[in-house]
């Protein structure tokens, strides 16, 4: 069984950082791709970042340049740097695996809050 375990989330101002952590438990399985997606109140989820397990990486059009998305195989974590935080970034952030045979897992998700 896999479990993902985020956090790093928080209050943070205008301009300002926060990372994003999230870790995978358990033994036996192979990580392929591992993304972060985030839903704001009253919106669908939507995603931001993903990486391969090669380490290619895509972002949406909204967090590039300012958001980068890293993993640590070894920790089977992923992790998101979150840069330049603006207010419109406000949401739940959510990490989701592509496990091989396993399937798609998400993490319970992480409050990010940016006050203006």
């Known amino acids: 069984q896999v479990q993902l375990v985020e956090s790093g989330g928080g209050l943070v101002q205008a301009g300002g950082s926060l990372r994003l952590s999230c870790a995978a438990s358990g033994s036996g399985f192979s990580i392929n791709t591992m993304a972060w997606y985030r839903q704001a109140p009253g919106k669908q989820r939507e995603l931001v970042a993903t990486?391969?397990?090669?380490?290619?990486?895509n972002y949406a059009d909204s967090v590039k340049g300012r958001f980068t998305i890293s993993r640590d195989n070894a920790k089977n974590t992923v992790y998101l740097q979150m840069n330049s935080l603006k207010p419109e970034d406000t949401a739940v952030y959510y990490c989701?695996?592509?496990?091989?045979?396993?399937?798609?897992?998400w993490g319970q998700g992480t409050q990010v809050t940016v006050s203006s």
């Open positions: 990486i391969t397990k090669a380490g290619s990486t």
């Open positions: 989701n695996i592509l496990v091989a045979t396993l399937g798609n897992y």
